[in-house]
């Protein structure tokens, strides 16, 4: 027994003393973790480096953007080839993915040797070897008849452009063919296969043997964002976001980068720890000067690392009695799998005697133990300084995430990896201590590269199926220059017809007379009140014009028109409409005033005069009842004289009830007169002011004009700007006004001088003359609204439906399993759910695709970043068709305009208001750009109306009130 313990003693003695002397001599390649922690943030330097549109071409870490931007969600399906090349082995597979609820994945697969005569001739003949081993696969398995899609999996250093297609930027490992740097290996496989007549293969996607790696096991495992090979090569690639990526057009979603974290340090980043025996190895590869980190790590220079160290000990007498062999000279004689074998708990150092019998040594039992340790040292070099890049892309990962902890899994493959019986454990080891703060789960790939590879090929085919069809979607939006410029020269005609006596009738385009007759000369005085009835909000304003100065001082108060208030009674309507007057005067504290009122009502009136306006028909949101075919304007004068008399009946109570009261209220009531009582009236003794003895009206408004909201917007401009003689509102609805010549006006009498008409081009297209550019939502939009088949423009062009117009299409392509996994939830079922503001919201360039889902999730709809993008896509289809219509429409007016008054050049301005083209991010501008193409002859300045109609109508009451003064006074 006390033999035994001093044969333990005695060895672990030498074992120590073996151990030493090799931590001696191999000082340099034992890191700190200080070391490591400092490699680990040089190394994010170079990310930051290689994801910089400045710093990449000098970076030598590439993050190279591999066009993946999705992990498996489940839907793949489907048959698939697939080509695994640069690993250690050259594969072909024929991979099974089946849906059926379930996930499982039906793989068979076939090695072809690769012969280094292949891998270092030329490139031709490695990509025609390539396509004959496919082509053998394929007819071996009577393949030959199917289309399949491909997936290439090949693990170098390519720049891709897109998935399907990426340039070799250098060869690593053992391949050096020629001919190939800087080409698209996609294409030069795809000329290859091109010579195999019963080959009809698509190659879908070009993939890195990481990227195939993190997809495999992310379809087993979704938190997956990682993949990571350690074998022949090493090399990593990860989930990057979408903003951080300058390469790559787009801030949406993810992208998964392909790091090629080999060439780390090939700028000299590493000097300081790589050590003779690394610039040995290197001198003496296939790419001196390349990929030196790969160098330090992977499985084809690993064995190498050791012969040289081995060598150089041996010559130094620190191994073998200085005893060398032709074997230890011999490059490559130490392979990565004799490493991996020495290092085995047990067997171990029998192993390592056996291998250096076999290089022709003859180890002592302290050479055994030293070499044994050197391989230690290597090999956990090897995983320290893979931990270290590997804490890198974990720390950015958590800080793109904006988390305080990271949970994620990272998918790992290579045969250094899976063979070395210890490396996994140190390589998680070291990981989670260089970052405590992350949760990783390291997931072994079961079936290699190539599965993950299917999966990209899968989603590529599926998105490329989906892409398709979503193209088929949105190109019914896109509007050629010919289309646009049918669509102007049609309302061009419309316009004219609507002019027209003898074709008003029958016009869509009513172009109804306003009798505003021109624009305020600045002589405007008073006090007015105006209404702002139609668009998003109701307002009551009181409006002081001082004449001269053009100053215009405005109070306003916004009141809500509930629902069935649009939709009930026009009693009711009127009535409320009056109860937000009083309710105004009283906040103003002008109660019993008596002020000039300027009705802003933005629906489609024919006028007869200022002050008289039938409505043709509601449009947008209301359909009161009773109300069509009325004249407003007196509806409104009988809600106030309904008012009025409830009120006066409520005075006579009072003053029944307390007599006492009558000096405080002597100045707030109606003068009798108005009652159609005819008592006499006298200034108020008390107070001076104009009233009368028996008060009993509440307010005495004189309705002195009607106007549209396009007019009172052109009015408002045409106040600052006497260039403005056309008003555009694209809000809720869409209409425009525009100053005419009287001549041309034919429903009016008199030829001199220019009126304003209120165009309502919202009804162009009623008579079918646009349905070549009506698509099937736009049609299904028409028929869920208030009033189907009227107003086809406006319900292609305004806020009160895009909105249900991009449900519309969501709907259908969620029908189609397109979107939102097939799933139409209640809420995208739910009319005018998706509300235009989320249009605007949306298209924003600020807004991430977070908040995009953010959006989303808010309407129930549960979304993935495809989903947001498609959905993203949509929104600016609808959004930019509408803008460009509208703009198409103006180009229609001010061409009309120019040629009118025979100008060759026509400079005008345009008053502009609504929700739509004040709050959606590209909608002015793309109307703007519309206008400028299709009247390039016309210098449109549009010019947004900051205090909306409601000023322009008190101007135009001021100016109606004047001529109303000078016409008593004739
Ligand atoms: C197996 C994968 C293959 C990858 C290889 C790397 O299917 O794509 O290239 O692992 O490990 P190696 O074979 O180089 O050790
Ligand atoms: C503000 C104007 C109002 C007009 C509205 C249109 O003051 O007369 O109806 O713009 O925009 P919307 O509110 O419908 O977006
Ligand atoms: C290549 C990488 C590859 C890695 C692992 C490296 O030499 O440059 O593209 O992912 O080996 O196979
Ligand atoms: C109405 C127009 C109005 C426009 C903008 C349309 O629905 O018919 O009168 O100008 O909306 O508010």
Redesign the pocket.
């Known amino acids: 027994m006390f033999a035994v313990h001093l044969m333990a003693f005695y060895f672990t003695k030498l074992k120590e003393d073996q151990i030493k002397k090799v931590d001696r001599f191999l000082y340099h390649m034992r890191l700190s973790d200080e070391t490591l922690v400092d490699i680990m943030a040089r190394f994010q330097a170079e990310m930051e480096k290689g994801l910089g549109k400045d710093t990449n071409p000098t970076a030598s870490v590439k993050m190279l953007p591999t066009f993946v931007r999705a992990i498996p969600d489940g839907s793949e399906n489907g048959g698939f080839l697939s080509l695994d090349l640069g690993g250690s082995k050259f594969r072909v597979l024929k991979v099974q993915v089946s849906e059926e609820g379930k996930q499982n994945v039906q793989m068979e697969s076939q090695f072809y040797p690769m012969p280094n005569e292949i891998i270092r001739g030329n490139g031709t003949e490695l990509f025609d070897y390539v396509a004959d081993c496919l082509a053998d696969f394929m007819r071996t398995r009577d393949l030959t008849h199917k289309k399949l899609p491909l997936g290439f999996t090949f693990s170098f250093p390519c720049r891709q452009t897109k998935l399907e297609e990426g340039f070799l930027l250098s060869w690593t490992k053992k391949f050096k063919a020629r001919g190939v740097q800087d080409t698209d290996v996609v294409g030069r496989l795809a000329s290859a296969m091109k010579k195999h007549k019963d080959l009809d293969v698509d190659i879908l996607a070009l993939v890195n043997d990481t990227v195939g790696t993190m997809m495999t096991c992310a379809y087993d495992d979704p938190s997956c964002e990682v993949g990571v090979i350690i074998g022949t090569g090493t090399n990593a690639c990860y989930m990057e976001d979408m903003s951080n990526i300058d390469l790559v057009e787009g801030d949406e979603g993810r992208m998964c980068i392909n790091t090629e974290w080999g060439a780390f340090g090939d700028d000299g980043a590493l000097e300081d720890i790589r050590t003779e025996f690394d610039r040995e190895l290197d001198l003496g590869s296939l790419n001196p000067g390349k990929q030196l980190f790969e160098k330090m790590i992977s499985g084809l220079y690993m064995g190498e690392l050791v012969r040289l160290i081995l060598l150089k000990m041996a010559k130094v007498g620190l191994l073998f009695g200085g005893a060398k062999s032709s074997a230890l000279h011999t490059k490559g004689k130490i392979e990565t799998q004799h490493v991996a074998a020495m290092e085995k708990y047990k067997e171990g150092l029998a192993n390592t005697r056996e291998i250096l019998v076999n290089l022709g040594l003859d180890p002592s039992e302290s050479d055994c133990i030293a070499v044994q340790h050197v391989c230690t040292i290597v090999s956990f070099r090897s995983a320290n300084l893979c931990a270290a890049a590997l804490a890198a892309i974990l720390t950015r990962l958590r800080e793109n995430k904006k988390q305080a902890r990271l949970r994620t899994t990272v998918g790992m493959d290579g045969t250094l990896y899976k063979i070395h019986p210890q490396y996994p454990k140190r390589l998680h080891k070291v990981v989670r201590r260089l970052v405590p703060n992350c949760d990783v789960r390291f997931l072994l790939s079961e079936s290699g590269s190539t599965k993950g590879a299917a999966m990209v090929t899968a989603v590529a085919s599926r998105v490329q199926a989906q892409r398709k069809q979503i193209d088929k979607v949105l190109a019914l939006f896109h509007l050629t220059r010919e289309q646009l410029m049918g669509v102007r020269d049609k309302m061009r005609t419309e316009l004219e017809y609507g002019l027209k006596k003898k074709t008003q009738a029958l016009a869509t385009v009513k172009m109804l007379p306003t009798y505003v007759y021109g624009m305020p000369d600045g002589t405007e005085k008073g006090k007015f009140l105006a209404l702002d009835l139609?668009?998003t909000n109701f307002r009551v304003l009181l409006v002081k014009i001082r004449s001269g100065r053009r100053s215009v001082r405005m109070y306003n108060k916004i009141f809500a028109i509930p629902l069935e208030i649009m939709q009930g009674t026009g009693e009711e309507l009127f009535d409320h409409i009056v109860q937000c007057i009083a309710d105004f005067l009283d906040y103003m504290g002008l109660k019993g005033a008596q002020l000039p009122l300027g009705f802003t009502f933005?629906?489609?009136c024919r006028q007869t005069c200022i002050d008289k306006g039938t409505l043709v028909g509601w449009?947008?949101g209301f359909k009161a009842t009773d109300c069509e075919g009325e004249d407003v304007v007196d509806m409104l004068r009988d809600a106030i004289k309904r008012r009025n008399v409830g009120y006066s009946g409520e005075c006579m109570v009072d003053l029944a009830l307390f007599p006492w009261a009558l000096p405080l209220l002597c100045h707030t009531m109606p003068r009798p007169c108005d009652t159609g009582l005819s008592l006499p009236c006298a200034p108020c003794t008390l107070c001076f002011q104009g009233s009368c003895l028996l008060p009993l009206q509440e307010f005495d408004l004189d309705i002195v004009a009607i106007v549209?909201?396009?007019v009172g917007t052109m009015m408002t401009c045409g106040y600052e700007d006497p260039n403005c003689e056309i008003g555009l509102?694209a809000?809720?609805?869409?209409?425009v006004c525009y100053m005419e010549e009287m001549r041309n006006i034919e429903l009016v009498e008199g030829d001199e001088g220019r009126m304003c008409i209120?165009t309502?081009w919202?009804a162009f297209g009623d008579n079918g003359c646009i349905d070549d550019i009506c698509t099937q939502y736009d049609k299904e939009v028409d028929e869920g609204s208030l009033n189907s088949g009227k107003?086809r423009y406006?319900k292609m062009t305004?806020g009160m439906y895009l909105g249900e117009i991009v449900r519309q299409i969501l709907i259908d392509l969620t029908r189609q399993g397109l979107l939102f996994r097939g799933q139409i939830s209640e809420r995208l079922r739910t009319r005018g759910i998706f509300e235009t503001k989320f249009l605007s919201q949306i298209e924003s360039d600020r807004l991430a695709l977070l908040q995009v889902r953010r959006i989303l999730q808010q309407l129930g709809l549960d979304s993935t970043c495809e989903d947001s993008i498609v959905v993203k896509e949509v929104c600016g289809a609808v959004s930019r068709r509408a803008a460009q219509l509208c703009g198409a429409g103006m180009a229609a007016i001010v061409e009309k305009r120019r040629e009118d008054q025979g100008l060759e050049h026509f400079k005008v301005t345009v008053g502009v208001d609504?929700t739509l083209y004040k709050l959606h991010p590209h909608f002015s501008r793309i109307l703007q750009e519309t206008v400028k193409d299709l009247a390039p002859q016309c210098d449109v300045t549009f010019m947004l109306s900051e205090d909306g109609s409601g000023k322009g109508a008190a101007l135009i009451t001021a100016v109606a009130k004047r001529l109303q003064q000078q016409g008593k006074e004739k």
Do not use: H, M, R, W
């Not at 809000?731 to 209409?735: E, P, W, Y």
């Open positions: 139609g668009g933005s629906f489609p449009t947008k549209n909201d396009t509102i809000g809720t609805g869409s209409n209120n309502e919202g107003q406006e305004s609504g």
